[in-house]
T-cell receptor, first 115, second 113 residues
Framework: AQSVTQPDIHITVSEGASLELRCNYSYGATPYLFWYVQSPGQGLQLLLKYFSGDTLVQGIKGFEAEFKRSQSSFNLRKPSVHWSDAAEYFCAVGSTSGSARQLTFGSGTQLTVLP | EAGVVQSPRYKIIEKKQPVAFWCNPISGHNTLYWYLQNLGQGPELLIR????????DSQLPKDRFSAERLKGVDSTLKIQPAELGDSAVYLC???????????FGPGTRLTVL
């Protein structure tokens, strides 16, 4: 069965600093990988996804992620964090069940941005 | 285009009472998901519908939880009776059939006293 580990429960960065959120996955085949963001009281919003091809994926809000098969990782990065990026970030791995994707989420990383 | 709509946004009930959550998916999305999100955790799938058929309900605690999607559009998730441990956020998501991206609603935060 697939699983996702987000080793960092909470990360604090200063506004303007760079950011990297870690994600490690376990999946037997080529994974489908996602990063979602959840602001307080909001649903999850898709930041980016990787299915195949270029291992560096660009997403919304200036985020990018790099798929590294050798390390079973899909880390999320942003070169310069904005105060509005403070939220909880979830990495997920997708598997195929019939005609749909099943998502398995990590436990999330809470991002605090200092002024 | 409207996103996934859920109601109510917040619900406080006493234990042993029934409660129901409603979800309206994005128009044209055949696949609908209900997730449970405990505090400090990622969402966990409870049930998935393809149109009106529940195709994956293996994680739904069927002794107290039930769900329906009678016309293949709106869906209702019910808990009867609620227990203290059911306090959580219940998320609804939808996707086009066979699509890779799920779109999430804002969730219903349930507090059981």
């Amino acid at each position: 069965a697939q699983s996702v580990t987000q080793p960092d429960i909470h990360i604090t960065v200063s506004e303007g600093a760079s950011l990297e959120l870690r994600c490690n996955y376990s999946y037997g085949a080529t994974p489908y990988l996602f990063w979602y963001v959840q602001s307080p009281g909001q649903g999850l919003q898709l930041l980016l996804k990787y299915f195949s091809g270029d291992t560096l994926v660009q997403g919304i809000k200036g985020f990018e992620a790099e798929f590294k098969r050798s390390q079973s990782s899909f880390n999320l990065r942003k070169p310069s964090v904005h105060w509005s990026d403070a939220a909880e970030y979830f990495c997920a791995v997708g598997s195929t069940s019939g005609s749909a994707r099943q998502l398995t989420f990590g436990s999330g990383t809470q991002l605090t941005v200092l002024p | 285009e409207a996103g996934v709509v859920q109601s109510p946004r917040y619900k406080i009930i006493e234990k042993k009472q029934p409660v129901a959550f409603w979800c309206n998916p994005i128009s044209g999305h055949n696949t609908l998901y209900w997730y449970l999100q405990n505090l400090g955790q990622g969402p966990e799938l409870l049930i998935r519908y393809e149109n009106e058929e529940a195709v994956d309900d293996s994680q739904l605690p069927k002794d107290r939880f039930s769900a329906e999607r009678l016309k293949g559009v709106d869906s209702t998730l019910k808990i009867q009776p609620a227990e203290l441990g059911d306090s959580a956020v219940y998320l609804c998501a939808s996707s086009q059939q066979g699509a890779d991206t799920q779109y999430f609603g804002p969730g219903t935060r349930l507090t059981v006293l």
